[in-house]
């Protein structure tokens, strides 16, 4: 890919994620109480995590990691494209982690998925790499932050509480996010021939 190509991607994958920041996902399903038509149903996370995913599925490695990047820095100089603001303070948050782990989860996801011709096996396999780099790197930031007793904890909560809320709670969701996002950049990566 040229770095003009890499670069538009990255501005892409800058605007899908403060935009999804604050979008929540939901699951359209038929209605089986005699009611025709669809009935939403809160997946309980945005597509926050979606939009690191498709970046790296769709504009690669490189654009991918400059977006998160990018995002960081917006969100740490107190723009408030994170979920609960930005600023330095946020490095006081516990989710924080989570958001550092969205710079190697768009590496790890966009480098996978241009490994070889796009299927959607293997793009499937890419996000949940992504996926698994972002909870790894949340974790690892709440076991080694946690006992400092510097984040912010206003629900006093412990640390096996914190991971509870923070990896498992929202993990099926993300994980139904992942695998949407494997398809739609399967059907967009033949739309656009590549």
């Keep these: 890919m040229s770095t003009s190509t890499e670069l538009l991607w990255a501005l892409i994958g800058l ?6 920041t604050f979008l929540p996902a939901s699951l359209l399903l038929p209605v089986w109480s005699g009611a025709q038509g669809l009935q939403a149903y809160p997946l309980g996370v945005t597509y926050q995590v979606g939009a690191v995913l498709l970046v790296g599925c769709l504009g690669g490695k490189t654009a991918a990691v400059l977006s998160q990047v990018a995002y960081l820095l917006l969100g740490l100089t107190w723009y408030p494209v994170f979920a609960q603001g930005g600023g330095w303070g946020y ?7 989570y958001l550092l782990g969205f710079v190697p989860a768009a590496w790890i996801c966009g480098a996978l998925a241009f490994k070889s011709p796009p299927r ?3 793009l499937a396999f890419s996000n949940l790499c992504g996926l698994v780099s972002v909870h790894l790197v ?3 930031y709440l076991v080694l932050v946690y006992p400092l007793g510097w984040l912010v904890n206003p629900l006093g909560l412990s640390l096996p509480d914190s991971l509870k809320l923070y990896s498992l709670a929202p993990l099926p969701g993300q994980f139904a996010v992942a695998c949407a996002i494997a398809v739609l950049a399967f059907v967009l990566r033949r739309l656009m021939f590549y």
Excluded: V
Excluded at 91 to 97: A, H, I, T
């Design 138 to 140: 949340g974790i690892a």
């Design 91 to 97: 490095l006081r948050e516990p989710s924080f982690g």
């Design 120 to 122: 959607l096996e293997s």
């Design 15 to 20: 605007l899908l994620t403060i935009g999804s």
